[in-house]
């Protein structure tokens, strides 16, 4: 039986759904919705209790659209504080996210690229998915991780909520962060030769 607090988390993420439902085209709809199931699934109730349903959807919108292009070992990472007019959410923190090939060390690496610049972590969200692209690398398809669907790769999605920055700090973030990235990527690359 699930605690009062997944129980809370399962009606938000419903109303997000609901919400999202009503903001999308139909073309969108299903899509967008199988993405929220799977972006927030393993979130504690917690760390979203205190979030509205319209918070959630921009969340999750944005990152959704942030998706939406990326060429193969091409880490996608943005550096921001949320603005309600332009993102459609807000919150006190700086918030890094990343669209990148799901390999070891990505979020060790990440890790280790906050604690050079003193940030502190506040909230991370980190869903992985099996997804399909094609040769421009727009996404066409995206399942649950560990789903075998032919034409797909492993793809991790990772929003973090940091200490507050701004100015010239967020695109140094933004650089020592895509550094980072590209050299795990390197290193995952070099795992997988060495295991063939």
Request: net charge positive.
């Amino acid at each position: 039986m699930p605690s009062d607090a997944e129980a809370q988390k399962a009606d938000l993420i419903r109303n997000t759904i609901a919400l999202s439902k009503r903001r999308l085209g139909k073309n969108l709809q299903n899509r967008f919705s199988r993405f929220l199931n799977i972006y927030y699934a393993n979130v504690p109730p917690l760390d979203i209790q205190d979030s509205t349903p319209e918070t959630l959807f921009a969340l999750a919108h944005g990152h959704w659209r942030q998706s939406q292009t990326r060429a193969r070992r091409k880490p996608l990472i943005r550096v921001f504080n949320p603005d309600a007019k332009k993102d459609g959410w807000r919150c006190d923190h700086t918030v890094i996210e990343f669209v990148n090939d799901d390999m070891p060390f990505l979020v060790d690496s990440i890790t280790a690229e906050l604690n050079n610049h003193n940030l502190t972590l506040h909230l991370a969200i980190h869903p992985q998915f099996s997804v399909s692209r094609n040769k421009s690398g727009k996404l066409s398809e995206i399942h649950p991780s560990g789903k075998s669907v032919s034409g797909t790769s492993p793809e991790s999605f990772i929003h973090l909520h940091v200490t507050h920055v701004s100015g010239a700090r967020l695109k140094t973030i933004e650089s020592g962060a895509s550094l980072r990235s590209r050299r795990c990527t390197r290193r995952g690359q070099g795992l997988a030769r060495h295991a063939r």
